[in-house]
């Protein structure tokens, strides 16, 4: 498949886009497609996190921030910052051993988490589906339910009891969080951050897990010698300044990653999260049109989001500007179509009740609503929370946060909603601006905002 150069990314920004010479507040839905297809188009191979296509599509971002006339933020020498990582590629041959049973990597096991991390101690059964009766032991076996949330819970007190090593009875859920048979998936970290400490977590066959139980005893596993390499991941930032310095920074957000090719497969991500990059772009170019606002703005999109938030955490540890300078962020996630369940041409804000950020909003004109999935924990599970941790007001909006195709081969352009997600960037436009120019400042309501950790 033919590939583009760095220099091409810059000539189809400029030719991609005619309309956006003319900056107007209104959001084209031709420009929303033209910038879609790029992003969610075959040659750049589902951006995949911390990749050569996944730079490229910042460059793209970069590209049109500069079109809109956004220039770098004071104090960087242009729109990329670029986040030095570790990518660890497991070896593909993990073993785990509990008594006379020996697992080899493949369809009786699979790695969920800490793929790298060798572990051995004494075996613990879990007994039923209570949190608070997970054992205190180095391994610890779980016959975990097919729910996430429950399945999570279960996990994250084995770990919190000094677990080094988690044993997962196969369910179908898990086959899906574990890509079944994918031996090849690299893990990915700052380089600036420590390897984490944690649990290895391991996903073993049903048949496997009954014998592993009846054996007891010891258990070991053993992730094999990984291959280690450094990299980059790229996020574009660009900037409008405001005629007004003191007045603080009006941040928007959106994450340009996504899987990339799996199992020869692209993970094209026009959902996640092409469409909120499409959101950042165009938000940029109409905020951009008429006199300066008096705050100033600055609109970002994260590199390797997918692979543990990252862009974000190296935003927020070595941030462009003064974090306290920035009054409020608003992240979009995933607006290429609507959740069914929600009123006509609204979208869901994650944590709607812990500030009077989206009420706002919602009252300049925005179609935005609370989150109807508050057990899903989504306003810890996106970009925003690294801003919210350091004490800034952040939220992220999504249209459907729950969709079927999410993180699937089925997230395609064709599958999207174009004319809602226009009509979703719209109305943001007014507010926003509104937000810019005025005095008022988001603050969290009692109790909403995070606890720093």
Request: hydrophobic share 45%.
């Amino acid at each position: 498949m033919k590939r583009l150069s760095l220099a091409a990314v810059s000539i189809f920004a400029l030719l991609a886009c005619p309309a956006l010479a003319q900056q107007t507040e209104a959001v084209e839905q031709s420009a929303v497609e033209a910038h879609m297809d790029f992003l969610a188009g075959d040659e750049l191979q589902g951006r995949g996190s911390a990749t050569r296509d996944e730079a490229i599509a910042a460059a793209y971002v970069a590209a049109q921030f500069r079109l809109a006339g956004l220039t770098p933020v004071p104090g960087m020498d242009g729109y990329l910052q670029r986040a030095p990582i570790v990518k660890t590629t497991p070896s593909g041959a993990a073993t785990l051993t509990v008594g006379d049973v020996v697992l080899n990597q493949g369809s009786d096991l699979a790695i969920l988490s800490g793929p790298n991390r060798a572990a051995s101690g004494t075996i613990a059964v879990a007994e039923g589906q209570d949190p608070a009766s997970i054992p205190a032991a180095e391994v610890v076996l779980i016959a975990a339910p097919n729910d996430q949330p429950t399945m999570r819970a279960l996990v994250g007190a084995a770990v919190g009891k000094g677990a080094r090593l988690i044993v997962l009875r196969r369910t179908d859920a898990l086959a899906t969080l574990s890509a079944f048979g994918d031996t090849s998936r690299p893990s990915i970290r700052l380089a600036d951050v420590p390897p984490r400490a944690g649990a290895a977590i391991v996903v073993v066959s049903p048949e496997a897990f009954d014998r592993m139980k009846t054996a007891g005893g010891t258990a070991s596993f053993d992730p094999g010698q990984a291959t280690v390499e450094q990299g980059v991941t790229t996020n574009a930032i660009g900037w409008m300044q405001g005629s007004d310095p003191s007045a603080g920074v009006l941040m928007v957000s959106a994450h340009l990653d996504h899987l990339g090719v799996v199992d020869g497969v692209i993970m094209h991500g026009a959902n996640d999260d092409a469409s909120g990059t499409v959101a950042v772009i165009e938000l940029a170019r109409a905020l951009s049109s008429g006199e300066p606002h008096r705050r100033s703005l600055m609109f970002v999109a994260y590199g390797s989001e997918e692979a543990g938030l990252l862009g974000s955490r190296y935003f927020v540890d070595h941030p462009p500007i003064a974090l306290t300078d920035i009054v409020a962020n608003l992240e979009i996630e995933m607006i290429g179509k609507q959740d069914p369940t929600l009123g006509n041409g609204v979208m869901m804000m994650t944590g709607f009740e812990r500030s009077n950020f989206g009420p706002t909003l919602r009252d300049g004109g925005a179609l935005i609503g609370p989150d109807p999935y508050p057990e899903q924990n989504f306003f810890q599970r996106s970009d925003n929370y690294a801003l919210a941790l350091k004490g800034i007001v952040a939220h992220t909006i999504s249209g459907w946060a729950t969709i079927p195709t999410y993180h699937t081969a089925e997230d395609t352009i064709e599958n999207l909603d174009v004319e809602f997600m226009t009509a979703a960037i719209q109305s943001l436009v007014a507010p926003l601006r509104a937000m810019a120019n005025g005095d008022f400042t988001p603050e969290w309501s009692e109790g909403g905002r995070p606890e720093p950790r």
